[in-house]
């Protein structure tokens, strides 16, 4: 018998590299996007869904469950950020609704799926963190608080879930190629204060995320975490991901702070140099040494 996943925010990105995968594996494959009727033909089935809506959450589910009688995977990938800015120049409002799709929308869509997986005392919830879910990010703060929140959750549910039959896991990339930065949303209280920072960072994204990683590394992660037999918890996907959570996981705090101030000039007056943090070397001979004093300790 087929399995049969749901993956958020298939219209593009990971989540439609995601869908593709999965459907390529074999998997029954439910796509989501707001805009289901304008998207053109996939792989896979596209439904109607907007995660911050608690009635589009549960027609969607329903639809699918009337469709195929149960789901198997539930992936969480539908989110946005904010264009780079600081944390004061985005209102409580623009605060509220990063959450309400890339936090409040997980917890949305598992409230509306694990009592069907409880049923089936068997399920996978895979959600799309980041590396910001274990990083800081200044002046994306908003984003990588949501992200730290989904890590939280993730790990939190997994215990409560796992003796009955449901496993969830974290995938945390790095910098991907996708349409992320052209949908991002300018932040709504822009101040003068910020003006040539959020312009110079902004360009720096641009570059980056031009030269980052394809979302199909992240798909391959996400159909690895869903078959394994013994899931992790976390997985970091790609190369700089791995190296990053490596920092995390065995480089003094005070390493990673100063990285990343110095990799964002952010301790001098005017930036020098338009690099932005972690473009900074994890391979670094100072790098190694401390993580290698770490480990020893
Ligand atoms: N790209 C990166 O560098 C990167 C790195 C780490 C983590 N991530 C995470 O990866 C996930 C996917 O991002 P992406 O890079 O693939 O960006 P993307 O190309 O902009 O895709 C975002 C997807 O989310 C959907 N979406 C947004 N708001 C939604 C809502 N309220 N309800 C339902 N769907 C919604 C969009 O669908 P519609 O607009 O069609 O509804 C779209 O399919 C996000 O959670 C993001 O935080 C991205």
Redesign the pocket.
């Known amino acids: 018998m087929k399995k049969t996943a749901l993956v ?8 439609e590299a995601t869908a593709t995968r999965l459907a390529m594996a074999g998997y029954k494959v439910y796509g ?4 289901a009727a304008k ?1 053109g033909q996939r792989s896979f089935e596209l439904l109607s ?4 809506s608690d009635e589009s959450v549960e027609a969607a589910v329903n639809e699918v469950l009337r469709l195929e009688g149960r789901i198997d995977l539930l992936v969480n ?5 904010i264009a780079a800015g600081a944390a004061e120049e985005s209102s409580m409002e623009q605060a509220r609704s990063i959450f309400e ?2 936090f409040f ?1 997980i917890v949305r869509m598992t409230r509306a799926v694990v009592p069907h997986m409880r049923r089936q005392r068997a399920g996978r919830i895979i959600n ?1 963190g ?1 590396v910001l879910g274990f990083l800081p990010m200044p002046y994306a703060a908003l984003y990588a608080a949501t992200k730290h929140a989904v890590e939280g959750y993730s790990e939190s549910l997994d215990h409560e879930l796992r003796t009955r039959g449901i496993r969830v896991s974290v995938v945390e ?4 190629k ?3 930065g052209a ?1 991002f949303v300018q932040p709504d209280a822009k101040l003068d204060e910020y003006r040539e920072i959020r312009a110079s960072l902004g360009r720096t994204l641009t570059e980056v ?1 031009a030269a ?1 990683d394809e ?1 199909g590394v992240v798909a391959d992660v996400v159909l690895e975490a869903a078959s394994a037999a013994r899931p992790k918890l976390r997985y970091t996907a790609g190369a700089r991901a791995g190296r990053l959570r490596l920092l995390r996981r065995f480089a003094p705090a005070g390493l990673i702070d100063t990285g990343i101030r110095k990799d964002l000039l952010l301790s001098v007056g005017k930036r020098r140099n338009p690099n932005l943090a972690w473009k900074w070397n994890p391979n670094s001979s100072a790098t190694r040494s401390a993580i290698g004093k770490k480990r020893t300790s």
Not at 173 to 176: E, F, N, Q, R, S
């Open positions: 958020t925010g298939a219209s593009s990105g990971i989540g989501t996007s707001r805009r998207v869904l907007d995660v911050t990938n539908a989110g946005f950020g799709t890339n929308g799309i980041s990339p790095a910098y991907t996708t349409q992320f949908n995320m980052a979302p």
